[in-house]
């Protein structure tokens, strides 16, 4: 399946001229996730299953709630638990759901090298287009929280897709509508750093002095947001504090493209002009030249 | 008929030439891959994943068969003391000035040049290029290393392809050096002209 045609494509990887965008009144979505509210059923892990018929392979138990222990190609989203002690004996259980953060500035996107295999639509999804992808991998590359994940089956790169499929027709996302505590909310994206910013107030006068809204102005903000007990240290939830596009995938994406490719017409060029003004260096004449010799 | 001097036999240039399709088979797959202007590229391969996967096989083919000429020819590629009045005058020659060519052996500084570049971008690409490569490598290096990896490998190979162009090129210019690696002779007054130092040993040797 293409892209939805529905939901306009404001930008497309590998793709120098703009997309087709014809419609500009299309509302940005997010979805919040508030860990406060989470009880880590995993309800949501099996809500994504079902709706995009997603069959990981069973694991095993490592005596960890974790299950299965990461993301995969078959595992879009997965909850993952953290024992930490944000003070010195002050143990807290944090329960997070991972997957794709929908950035507003999509490192998969920029370093795919495969024109279309990523698009993000009007409405702030990110989406891979799998018929495009190539399975080169450079997505993980791009990706400042380690989201993508290759099928070892078709070499092909998988993650949330925000159900973009549901959301074109006005449903919201399939973990959204299963999650039994209202911890995953879903809407418009200033609706929802709105109520994001309300529920951390709320945590802050119930004693989580540094709870907060994660939205990482680095990657241009994301269209899914947490509200974190210690948004001041996200580490302590394997979440980068400050994520933004590595600089070795903005000079390679960025930089290195037009100067190599100027590099390399320029030489290509530069000897051409150079044999039309000096001309070759001709073989002697071998007749004179032995004359010479003789002489 | 000119007098002829062997410079390359048959092996050596066979070996030169599995070397030079390879270059241009792993090129245009990874050009594909650089930039969206030349994604059109992997329709020569089959499309995008066919290149993909084609990519990495060619290239180390390429580094692999790049190791015979190495074997061969590195000997040939140390410093030499009539270096430097070659290069001091390399400004004039490329102006045109005939009547500079300081007496070199076997290879002139430039060659030398493009003969460790052509080797060192190809030890940075094989070296870099593993740690990416899909499915069977990449599981076994980190997310940054291959940040790193995949902008060496690039620059790496954008030296490799403007070395190339600049070798090429200096075998357009310099009339008679073709038929080195075509037919494996050159002329004697090409030797004596561009090599002099490598005609005389040629003459004593025999």
Not at chain 1, 35 to 44: D, F, L, R, T, V
Not at chain 1, 124 to 137: A, K, P, R, T, W
Not at chain 2, 137 to 156: E, G, W
Request: charged letters at 20%.
């Amino acid at each position: 399946m293409s892209s939805l045609q529905s939901q306009d494509v404001v930008a497309r990887s590998a793709t120098t001229t703009p997309p087709p965008q014809a419609r500009s009144h299309v509302p940005q979505v997010a979805k919040l996730i508030d860990e406060s509210k989470c009880i880590g059923c995993k309800a949501c892990q099996v809500a994504c299953m079902e709706w995009n018929d997603l069959r990981d392979e069973v694991g095993s138990n490592l005596g960890v709630y974790d299950n299965p222990t990461d993301l995969s190609a078959q595992s879009w989203t997965v909850m993952k638990f953290f024992e930490v002690e944000p003070k010195d004996g002050s143990l807290e259980w944090l329960i997070r759901k991972d997957g794709c953060m929908h950035c507003e500035d999509p490192g998969c996107l920029k370093a795919c090298p495969s024109p279309g295999a990523i698009v993000k639509y009007a409405n702030g999804i990110v989406d891979f287009i799998s018929e495009h992808c190539i399975g080169c991998g450079y997505c993980i590359k791009g990706c400042p929280f380690d989201i993508p994940r290759i099928s070892a089956t078709d070499n092909k790169a998988y993650k949330c897709t925000l159900c973009s499929d549901r959301v074109g027709i006005g449903l919201e996302p399939a973990c959204v509508k299963t999650c039994p505590t209202g911890a995953i909310t879903f809407g418009p994206k200033d609706d929802m750093v709105a109520y994001g910013n309300q529920r951390a107030g709320e945590l802050k006068e119930r004693g989580f002095v540094n709870a907060g809204l994660y939205n990482p102005a680095g990657v241009g903000g994301t269209h899914v947001m947490y509200v974190l007990k210690h948004a001041d240290r996200p580490e302590l939830e394997d979440l980068p504090a400050n994520p933004s596009i590595s600089s070795m995938v903005s000079l390679w994406k960025g930089l290195a493209k037009p100067l190599a490719l100027a590099g390399m017409l320029g030489a290509a060029l530069a000897g051409f002009l150079h044999y039309m003004k000096v001309g070759p260096i001709e073989e002697n004449d071998d007749a004179k030249d032995d004359e010479k010799e003789d002489a | 008929m000119a007098r002829m001097l062997s410079r390359y036999n048959a092996r050596e240039r066979l070996n030169h030439w599995v070397v030079a399709i390879l270059f241009v088979l792993a090129g245009l797959s990874g050009l594909a891959l650089f930039h969206p202007s030349l994604f059109f590229l992997t329709n020569v391969f089959g499309g995008g994943p066919w290149s993909r996967i084609l990519h990495p096989f060619l290239g180390l083919l390429m580094a692999l068969s790049f190791l015979g000429l190495f074997v061969r020819f590195w000997h040939h590629n140390l410093g030499a003391e009539s270096d430097k009045a070659w290069s001091d005058n390399i400004g004039k020659m490329l102006r045109g000035d005939k009547s500079v060519t300081p007496a070199v052996g076997r290879y002139n500084p430039g060659q030398k040049r493009v003969f460790w570049l052509m080797t060192m971008s190809l030890f940075v690409l094989v070296v870099t290029g593993f740690t990416f490569w899909r499915p069977w490598f990449a599981p076994y290096f980190s997310i940054d290393i291959m940040r790193i990896a995949v902008v060496l490998h690039a620059v790496a190979a954008v030296v490799l392809v403007i070395t190339t162009i600049v070798h090429i090129y200096a075998a357009i210019w310099v009339k008679g050096t073709m038929r080195a690696m075509t037919r494996g002779t050159v002329s004697e007054s090409w030797a004596r002209r561009n090599h002099a130092l490598w005609y005389k040993e040629m003459k004593q040797g025999k």
